[in-house]
């Protein structure tokens, strides 16, 4: 069985967007419909790893309370880490069927740590700006 040095990941930061020094970061939220209490955040799920170039796609399989909770995502030189974003207000664990350049099926399990980059978004350099966009 082949293995990679491959990581499923997630952030409230874009993982395409350029990192520059000394610069804020923005990550987006909404209010839903329901409530002025509680929001939704723009969550990004991407893999991280050295064996990245040997990877073609990559299944999500969210939490069931999703509409759509199966995302498959192909690698392209826009998406080299198969990068993924969703809204959500809730930590789960997110499963991943990676797909290799051979068609060999690898396993990964997450479960989302966001919510520390918003408990610790200052430190982190992180602004937070609500998505108003329909």
Known sequence: ?????????????????PLKKSQTRVAYYRKTASSNHQ??????LYLEGKDLPFINRVKYILHDSFRNPVQL?????????CSLA??????????AEVEDVK????????????????????????????????
Do not use: A, C
Not at 1 to 17: F, K
Not at 73 to 81: A, D, I, K, P, S
């Open 39 to 44: 929001f939704l955040y723009q969550v990004w």
């Open 103 to 134: 068609g060999r099926i690898v396993q990964l399990d997450h479960y989302l740590t966001y919510g520390k980059q918003i408990e610790n978004k200052q430190k982190l350099g992180i602004l937070f700006k609500e998505d108003t966009r329909e």
């Open 86 to 95: 969703i809204w959500t207000w809730g930590i789960f664990w997110v499963k």
């Open 73 to 81: 995502v192909e690698r392209t030189t826009l998406n080299q880490n």
């Open 1 to 17: 069985m082949q293995t990679y040095s491959i990581q499923l990941r997630d952030s409230v930061i874009d993982p395409n967007e």
